[in-house]
């Protein structure tokens, strides 16, 4: 995250709180907006800046992806992690 927040020099730190709260508000509306719209109707306000970097650690990390339209669809499977965390062909 400090790689990050180098690029976004003038960008605050997002809690944590703040980063379930856009994370749960993409899980619950993945698809349905770009980027910018999904950013209007988060259901408190976060700073531009903030909210680039909570999206560019959520991309690093492989919890959302961005559609060829420009969606953002939330990719993260936790059922399917707990599935395979145990087999033997993955090292975790």
């Keep these: 995250m400090q790689l990050l927040q180098k ?3 003038n960008a605050r730190s997002p809690t944590l ?15 349905e907006y770009k980027k910018t719209e999904l950013f209007r109707k988060l259901p408190r306000k976060v700073m531009w800046q903030t ?11 492989h919890k959302i992806a961005y559609d060829n339209q420009g969606y953002v669809v939330y990719i993260w499977n936790p059922t399917f992690y707990n599935k395979i965390k145990n087999s033997p062909e993955i090292k975790i």
């Design 17 to 31: 709180q703040t980063v379930l709260m856009v994370e749960n508000f993409i899980d619950e509306n993945s698809g």
């Design 7 to 9: 690029r976004n020099s």
């Design 51 to 61: 909210f680039q970097i909570i999206m560019e650690y959520m991309e690093s990390i």
